[in-house]
Each structure stands twice: as C-alpha cells, then as structure tokens.
C-alpha cells in the first residue's frame, strides 16, 4: 500500500460510508439493565472505541507505530464533522487520550508507548491522572507523594485528589516525590500506576452537580515496576510540564488527539447552545435575549480564532508551549459567559426544574452549577494568568521563597 497521505476528501468520503454502516446513531445507544449510568458511559464509550480502532478510524493524528492513522488536524476536523450525528467515546479524550497519550507520546519509552497509547486507541484500557493533593493544586511542585526506589520497584505512599473518572481507569499518570534533599522542582518523577490495586484506597466524590466523576486515593506501600518511571528520575516535572500543556491544549480547544463533538449524550438534541435555548423557550424575538445571545456568540467566534492563532503560533515555533495557557484561559472564560449567558435566558426555570427533568431548561441548570470547573481544571485562571505573564510576556517572576530550598528545609502547613 501507497505511504502517501489519503486526501482529506477521500478521507471523509470513506469515514461517511463507514460510520453510516458501523456505527450507532446518536441517542441509540440501549440502556444496560441495572448498570449505574455514569458506570454505562465508560462501558459503552470502551465498545464504541474498539469498534472505532477496528476500522481503523481510532486515534487520527497518532502515529501509525502506537495504533493511530498517522494523519493531520484537517483529517481529524472531517471526522469530527462527519461523525457529529452518531455516538462517539467521547469520555475517552480527556484525560485518556489527549494528555496521558499525548504526553507518552513525547516523554514515554518504546515499550511505554507501545502499551498505553496503543490500549488507550485500541480501547482496551483507560488512563487518567494522578497529580493534585489536598495540599493544594496551584503549587503542584510542592507535593508530599512520596515514591521510594527499591530494587527494581517503587514503593508509593500518599493521597492524590480531584482525579477526574479515576473510577473508570485502569492506570494513571503519577506525579510523586522521591529525593526530598533537592529543591521541589528537581526531585519529582512521574511514573504509571495502576489504578485498582489493593494498596490504593478508592474514594468517589459527589459534585455540585450530582456526578461522581471526581475520586480521590490514599496510597499504603503501593508496589510498582521501577520500568513506569516516564522519564528520567527526579526529572518529573520535566514530564509534568509536557503533561501540563497537552492538558492546557485539550481543556482549551486547541488539541489534535481529541475526536468527536461533545454531545447531549441520549437526549437526541444538540448539546444546548444560547440560540437554541432561546429559541425552544420562544425568546428568540426579544431584543435583551438577543442581545445576550450575541454577545456569547462573539466570544464562541473570538476563542475559536484564539485557538486557530496559538496553534499556528506553536507549531511554527514563534510562541512558546507555555502559550498553551491562552486558549486555557479564554476557553474558561468563554465556557463560562456562556453558561451564564444560558442561565439568563432560562430565568427560573433553569432552577425550578424537576430534579428528574431532563429538559434543556434543566441541564442550563447544571451547567451553570459547573461554571467554574473549566476556570480550575488544567489550572487554575489565575495559574494561567501567572504562566502567561511570566512565561510568554517575560515579566518579572512570582516571588518563590522555596525555589532553591531543599524541600525538606521547605515551611509546610503550620
Ligand atoms: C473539572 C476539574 C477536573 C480536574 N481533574 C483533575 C485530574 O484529573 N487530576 C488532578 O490531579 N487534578 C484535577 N483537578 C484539580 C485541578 O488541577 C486543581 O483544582 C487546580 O490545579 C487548582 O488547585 P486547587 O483546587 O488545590 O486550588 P488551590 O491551589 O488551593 O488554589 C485555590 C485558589 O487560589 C489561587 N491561587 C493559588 N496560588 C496562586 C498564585 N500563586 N497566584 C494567584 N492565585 C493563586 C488559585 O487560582 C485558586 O483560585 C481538576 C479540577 C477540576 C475543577
């Protein structure tokens, strides 16, 4: 077979025929007896990855050698277009793919890559990330996760937090300390842990919005093979930084390694939008909705030009990975007006909903209540903020008093 790349044209012409044939029309899905919904998606979102990779549409912009297509952006944006109207794993983009998988794909070892990217493309397993502790998120190089060499082992003990659908994982990346004589940066290493393992205490986290998708873990001499470390010893935040940007990448918008349209899973409609909404409540005359609507519309247009712009501004070398963190932040910004803007329009209704209610008035509900997860996750706006001026505008930097500190010397707590 010919190396030569498949036009786009081609491409989509082909996967047009294909999920037509292979895959479930949106909202198709059967509901699986007396499986917990959230439990569902991941069970489902595995049999659509599977079916995806056997016909060679998983992965799009991974190499061919780790179970991708080896094609481009362009290739992946047809896919996406095509496949709006049947169900995609979405579940399965972040953090699994576009992070975990994006970062192994720089900083893994052969047999690394070879395991998690192919399993996480070919849909045989799931991974997620083990970096925030309670002590805090922002000062991710002050961790207290310990990991102590042992042989051809690592023993871990510790607690991680915030780990979004850890539940549903079967490995993490794992951002622990193991020299505490160096400076916080310099002794950190990130290694592959499973994460269903008797050492590790599992607990899941209700949110505002009655998911569970957030756990957290206590790790009791978790045993791992010494062959997880990413990277090279006590180099970790090397590895996290590049995790970091793939993070700030795919929470912004801007990644090639996530494929689908988000979608109103089930409810056969398009995800709401503030047009829509105004629309189904027949407010779409009144000049202060319109009004509402536009403005949200021109931020949608903006942040997807941000994105195109810090994209190329990367690629071509002229911006910094760190710019990762513009589309970050107007992402989050953008999200939230939006969901904002929704709540306007749904007035009370988007609050006197049935609990059970599963109208669109009700998910503008929700989705208010989550408002400030996109100003935190990858970071938070603030950290972008910080990264921003600091490490695209060079401006003076945050004062650090622990920056050449041992970290055992380094004050903690009280
Ligand atoms: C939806 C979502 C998904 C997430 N998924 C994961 C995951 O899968 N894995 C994982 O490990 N973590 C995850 N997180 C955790 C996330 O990374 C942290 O919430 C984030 O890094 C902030 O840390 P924190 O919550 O401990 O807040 P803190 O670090 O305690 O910060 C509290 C507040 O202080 C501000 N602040 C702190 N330091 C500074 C400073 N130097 N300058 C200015 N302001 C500052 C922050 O901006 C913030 O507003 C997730 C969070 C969310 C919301």
């Given at each position: ?7 786009v044209?081609d491409?989509q ?10 895959m479930?029309?949106a909202g198709?899905?059967?509901?699986r007896?007396?499986i917990d ?6 069970l489902d979102?595995r049999d ?6 056997a016909?060679?549409?998983a992965?799009i912009?991974?190499p ?6 080896g094609?481009t ?21 972040v953090?699994s ?13 052969e047999?690394q890559?070879?395991?998690y990217?192919r ?8 991974l ?8 805090g998120g922002?000062?991710?190089a002050?961790l ?15 607690q991680?937090c915030?780990?979004t ?7 993490a ?17 990130m290694?592959i ?6 050492a ?12 569970r998708?957030f ?7 978790l ?7 990413v ?6 935040w090397t590895?996290?930084?590049r995790?970091?940007?793939f993070?700030?990448?795919a929470?912004?918008g ?6 689908g349209?988000a979608?109103?899973?089930g409810?056969?409609?398009d995800?709401?939008t ?7 409540m ?13 403005w ?6 903006v942040n ?14 002229e911006?910094?990975?760190h710019?990762s963190?513009m589309m ?11 969901n904002?803007v929704?709540f306007e329009?749904?007035?009370e209704?988007a609050?006197?909903a049935n ?9 503008s ?5 989550m408002?400030?997860a996109g100003s935190?996750?990858?970071?938070s ?5 910080n990264?921003i001026?600091?490490?695209v ?14 970290f055992r ?6």
């Amino acid at each position: 077979m010919s190396d030569e790349l498949e036009s786009v044209e081609d491409f989509q012409l082909r996967a047009r025929s294909w999920l037509a044939e292979n895959m479930p029309k949106a909202g198709s899905l059967p509901i699986r007896k007396g499986i917990d919904p959230e439990e569902q998606v991941w069970l489902d979102a595995r049999d659509l990855q599977k079916t995806l990779f056997a016909g060679g549409f998983a992965g799009i912009c991974f190499p061919k050698e780790y179970g991708g297509q080896g094609l481009t952006r362009p290739h992946q944006a047809a896919f996406n277009q095509e496949s709006a109207d049947y169900e995609m794993p979405i579940v399965l983009n972040v953090p699994s793919l576009a992070i975990c998988s994006a970062m192994l794909l720089d900083m893994g070892s052969e047999e690394q890559k070879q395991k998690y990217i192919r399993g996480a493309i070919s849909g045989e397993l799931v991974l997620c990330q083990f970096l925030s502790e309670p002590s805090g998120g922002s000062d991710l190089a002050g961790l207290l996760t310990r990991a102590q060499r042992d042989g051809d082992t690592y023993i871990i003990n510790g607690q991680k937090c915030w780990s979004t659908n850890a539940f549903a994982a079967d490995f993490a990346t794992c951002l622990v300390r193991t020299d505490w004589d160096a400076p916080k940066h310099r002794g950190l290493s990130m290694i592959i842990v499973p994460v269903h393992d008797p050492a590790t205490h599992m607990q899941r986290v209700q949110m505002v919005n009655g998911t569970r998708e957030f756990c957290e873990e206590f790790f009791t001499d978790l045993v791992v093979p010494a062959e997880n470390l990413v990277g090279v010893e006590n180099d970790g935040w090397t590895v996290g930084q590049r995790q970091l940007f793939f993070e700030r990448q795919a929470v912004g918008g801007g990644s090639a390694y996530t494929s689908g349209m988000a979608r109103a899973r089930g409810a056969g409609h398009d995800a709401i939008t503030p047009a829509s909404l105004a629309t189904r409540m027949g407010k779409n005359t009144d000049s202060a909705v319109r009004e509402l609507v536009g403005w949200s519309h021109v931020n949608d247009v903006v942040n997807s030009q941000i994105i195109k712009r810090v994209t190329i501004g990367m690629t071509s070398g002229e911006y910094p990975a760190h710019a990762s963190s513009m589309m970050r932040l107007t992402g989050a910004e953008t999200n939230q007006l939006r969901n904002d803007v929704m709540f306007e329009i749904a007035g009370e209704d988007a609050v006197v909903a049935n609990h059970n209610d599963q109208s669109v008035l009700r998910e503008s509900g929700v989705a208010y209540l989550m408002r400030q997860a996109g100003s935190l996750g990858g970071g938070s706006t603030e950290m972008s903020r910080n990264m921003i001026s600091e490490r695209v505008l060079m401006m003076p930097r945050e004062l650090a008093a622990d920056r050449d500190v041992p970290f055992r010397d380094v004050r903690r707590g009280r």
